[in-house]
């Protein structure tokens, strides 16, 4: 001990003169400045005592595994243990005989397998003699076994017949239901690794109204398995229509103390009923049907596998990427659609009318964010184009998939190569548990991809200054002076001329570079009328918008032929901060942001270079621009 001591003083020199006026040690001279100094200083790391989401968490809300009755019954056979174990980063077989894997693990996932008949699929495949005395239940069975297109008609004639509510009485037993719905939460449940990796409990509910009529949602729990075990998941044999979903959400909330959330998806396959302003069943909607939507359904999947449905090229001739991955041909059964339907069926246009409908109700019903999922039948989420494993198993890799139809109802077909590879949701969460990942989506700090991981920030606020641009870490800066993205503008300061925003994206370092950024701004004018406009606010290279405000285009490095491209144009990053021009402050306003990539190959040229037999015709596209699309950030006039 005493030698210890000695050594120490050593090492230290006290000036004589004046007495402690500094201080030389092996690590240099104290003074008492310096050291006062110290303590004062505000810290030098920038990460440092930070409680703002720092990176995305990326995930899947929208699965379907074989416990879905329509994909067990078109051939899928990977459960939600196997689907779970693939989110994680393990490689599993697919329904074909395929080994498949990620690319890289997500962070979270939810299993939505359809709450409808859940699991009785697989016992009328079995041969359950409780479902072999119904013949129509007799006759799925033999097809099943059959396999092939004599089980994909089955799958067909199960999604008409649920349409049309005239599906076999004994698929809708409840003590079924429950006794698999507690066998899925287990499962579930086994795979929630608070920290490392979220598996969220939820179902489909999946409403076909009126025939194939598009009004499905995903029911998101904040709960584990202890509280979504206590009530019966809500089928469209209980009912068809969204308001008594919500009724039941709300019956759930009071019953158990838990959480739940709504998120519909493919509007552009609902016949114009997605965002009518009357319900399915023919009534006017009021205050009370918009604060109740506003409530339980934050969020819209705006793309998917089934197409995307941000907007219609025919509602916005002046937005070049408009026509991204079109499904508008019919509904889910492809019955025909009617003039003025397509307006009511594409989340902009709802956007728009959620303001105007604010102004009548008091709520705005369609104040949503935006994600994207994939809604594949296969038990695998597969995103990326040189590893799509399609919507069934039927589109699983083959050269079969180059001429096969992905739906066939009476002849009204859609093709295998019009299902596109999308998409992905990012969370921005605080921490990889299932409350801050809920909580993230509750409050629409989210975005949505085709697929990529683009990485993307996108704040609102009246302060911005381009300096914030110049940094490579826009949280702090974003969270300091505005708000993120999913949230509302802060009241005007004194003097404030205009709303700025700072936006910032990052290429999937397995995609291609970025085009551009835009935002895009939805408002209603002075005249009641629904306005739009598409803003391009930092983009790739030395490019110069021409007389008519369009920029020209980035270029194309794609080669099809082999499926390659090259990172010679679009940039890494972008970053900007943008002041609106057209500001009114009398008029309410929504902005979003949309990421562009640099074109590069779409899963169909990769099939077609891999598969010799692959016999694509000259009208079937082998390249795509792949986007983000962020959750919005809204202006209110009287805030």
Same mark, same amino acid.
């Given at each position: ?316 001739? #002046?937005? +070049?990427?408009?026509?991204?991955? /079109? %499904? &508008? ?5 492809? $019955?025909?659609?009617?003039? =003025? ?87 921005? #969460?605080? +921490?990889?548990?299932?409350?801050? /990942? %809920? &909580? ?5 700090? $989210?975005?949505?991809?085709? =697929? ?188």
């Amino acid at each position: 001990m005493s030698r210890h001591i000695v050594s120490i003083a050593f090492a230290i020199t006290i000036s004589a003169s004046p007495v402690l006026a500094q201080v030389t040690t092996d690590s240099g001279t104290l003074t008492p400045e310096r050291i006062e100094r110290f303590f004062n200083q505000p810290g030098y790391s920038p990460y440092a005592g930070r409680s703002y989401p720092s990176l995305p968490l990326w995930g899947e809300q929208h699965l379907h595994t074989s416990w879905s009755p329509d994909a067990f019954g078109g051939g899928t056979r990977v459960g939600p243990d196997e689907a779970l174990q693939y989110a994680k980063g393990g490689e599993i077989t697919s329904s074909t005989g395929q080994p498949v894997r990620l690319s890289r693990p997500y962070d979270w996932m939810v299993v939505a397998d359809h709450s409808d008949a859940l699991g009785v699929v697989a016992s009328i495949y079995e041969g359950d003699p409780a479902f072999m005395s119904d013949p129509t239940l007799k006759r799925w069975h033999d097809e099943m076994r059959k396999g092939g297109a004599a089980a994909t008609a089955v799958v067909m004639e199960m999604i008409t017949l649920q349409g049309e509510g005239k599906i076999p009485p004994a698929m809708t037993d409840q003590t079924t239901q429950m006794d698999m719905w507690q066998k899925m939460t287990e499962i579930v449940e086994g795979h929630n690794q608070p920290g490392i990796f979220t598996a969220l409990i939820g179902y489909e509910w999946t409403s076909n109204y009126g025939g194939g009529n598009n009004l499905h949602r995903n029911v998101i729990y904040r709960d584990g398995k202890d509280k979504a075990d206590m009530v019966r998941p809500l089928t469209t044999f209980d009912t068809e229509l969204p308001r008594e979903l919500w009724d039941w959400m709300a019956s759930y909330e009071e019953k158990t103390g838990g959480r739940l959330l709504a998120i519909p998806h493919n509007g552009n396959l609902s016949n114009g009923l997605m965002f009518a302003t009357e319900t399915p069943d023919g009534n006017p909607i009021d205050a009370q049907w918009a604060e109740t939507r506003a409530r339980w359904e934050p969020l819209y999947e705006v793309t998917q596998g089934k197409g995307t449905s941000e907007q219609h090229p025919s509602l916005a001739p #002046a937005d +070049e990427f408009a026509n991204f991955e /079109i %499904w &508008d041909k019919g509904n889910l059964n492809v $019955v025909p659609k009617e003039p =003025g339907m397509i307006e009511f069926e594409y989340a902009r246009e709802a956007l728009k009318r959620g303001l105007k409908l604010e102004d009548e109700f008091g709520t705005n019903p369609f104040k949503f964010g935006l994600l994207g999922s994939t809604d594949a039948h296969t038990g695998i989420s597969s995103t990326e184009e040189n590893n799509f494993f399609g919507k069934f198993p039927a589109s699983e890799p083959s050269p079969e998939r180059s001429t096969g139809n992905a739906f066939d109802f009476d002849g009204r077909t859609i093709k295998d190569w019009q299902l596109g590879a999308s998409g992905l949701t990012a969370v921005w #969460a605080a +921490e990889n548990t299932r409350a801050a /990942i %809920w &909580d993230a989506m509750k409050r629409k700090e $989210v975005y949505g991809t085709t =697929g990529t991981r683009i990485g993307v920030r996108f704040f609102g606020g009246w302060e911005f200054v381009e300096e914030d641009a110049q940094g490579r870490n826009p949280g702090p800066v974003g969270y300091g002076k505005g708000v993120p993205m999913g949230a509302d503008m802060p009241p005007a300061p004194e003097g404030a001329a205009a709303p700025s925003f700072l936006v910032a994206a990052i290429k999937d370092p397995l995609s291609g570079n970025l085009d551009r950024i835009q935002i895009i701004k939805g408002w209603v004018d002075a005249a009641g009328e629904m306005q739009e406009k598409i803003y391009d606010v930092v983009w790739s290279g030395d490019r110069t918008p021409g007389d008519d405000g369009k920029l020209p285009s980035v270029g194309d490095t794609v080669d099809v032929a082999k499926a390659t491209w090259t990172n010679t144009i679009g940039a890494p990053e972008l970053i900007a901060v943008w002041t609106d021009p057209d500001f009114d402050p009398a008029l309410d306003a929504f902005y979003y942001a949309r990421v562009i990539e640099i074109p590069t190959p779409r899963w169909t040229a990769y099939d077609a270079a891999y598969f010799e037999d692959a016999a694509f015709t000259d009208d079937v596209p082998m390249k795509v621009t792949e986007r983000a699309y962020t959750s919005p950030i809204w202006y209110s006039a009287g805030e």
